[in-house]
């Protein structure tokens, strides 16, 4: 079964400052992993994915993420937060072979100006 | 990049009444749809899963007659939330599997209030 865990319900962090979103995933196989950030009352926008090769992912606004498969982590990482960056993010992992994403509870960022 | 359009993006109607939202993949074709509800400060949960052409996958404890999904076409999938009540009002998101760049892309949600 797969799973997966944001230990964080909440991260607060100063504008200019670097930030972390933690994840750890749970699954059979392979990993496919996934960020996605959710601003107020819309969908999810894709941030970047893990399938293979790199360990350090870069995505989207200026976001990375370092796939570490001996922590089964995938943190989200940003060297210098905004406070446009401040919304919710989803860590999601898909089994090989499947279509589906398994979701995170999401971690709540709030960059302080 | 790929799009995927959800309608309506906001819907207030009575209790009792159906109500269908609309998704549609804009510039690629999706095979397979995915419909999620998400309640305040929590994740997506997965309703069911939408195939073209064939029955929808229902997640255990949805109720299929409740929550009517048609993938009539490649680039369409609808969700019909049948005789609507209050606690069915929630953020319903589709997503649609474009496999060619290997990445689910989501629609904008649809905010359901029932009255």
């Known amino acids: 079964a797969q799973s997966v865990a944001q230990p964080e319900d909440q991260v607060n962090v100063a504008e200019g400052n670097p930030l972390t979103v933690k994840c750890t995933y749970s699954v059979s196989g392979n990993p496919y992993l996934f960020w996605y950030v959710q601003y107020p009352n819309r969908g999810l926008q894709f941030l970047l994915k893990?399938?293979?090769?790199?360990?350090l992912v870069k995505g989207s606004y200026g976001f990375e993420a370092e796939f570490n498969k001996s922590q089964t982590s995938f943190h989200l990482k940003k060297p210098s937060a905004l406070v446009s960056d401040s919304a919710l993010y989803f860590c999601?992992?898909?089994?090989?072979?499947?279509?589906?994403?398994?979701f995170g509870t999401g971690t709540r960022l709030t960059v302080i100006p | 990049g790929a799009v995927v359009s959800q309608h309506p993006s906001w819907v207030i109607c009575k209790s009792g009444t159906s109500v269908k939202i609309e998704c549609r993949s804009l510039?690629?074709?999706?095979?397979?749809m995915f419909w999620y509800r998400q309640f305040p400060k929590q994740s997506l949960m997965l309703m069911a899963t939408s195939n073209e052409g064939s029955k929808a996958t229902y997640e255990q404890g949805v109720e299929k007659d409740k929550f009517l999904i048609n993938h009539a076409s490649l680039t369409l999938s609808t969700l019909t939330v049948t005789s609507a009540h209050p606690e069915d009002s929630s953020f319903y998101i589709c997503?649609?599997?474009?496999?060619?760049?290997?990445?689910?892309?989501f629609g904008a949600g649809s905010r359901l209030t029932v009255l």
């Open positions: 510039d690629f074709q999706a095979t397979t």
């Open positions: 893990y399938i293979t090769g790199d360990n």
């Open positions: 997503s649609a599997v474009n496999s060619g760049a290997n990445v689910l892309t």
């Open positions: 999601a992992v898909r089994e090989d072979g499947a279509n589906n994403l398994f």
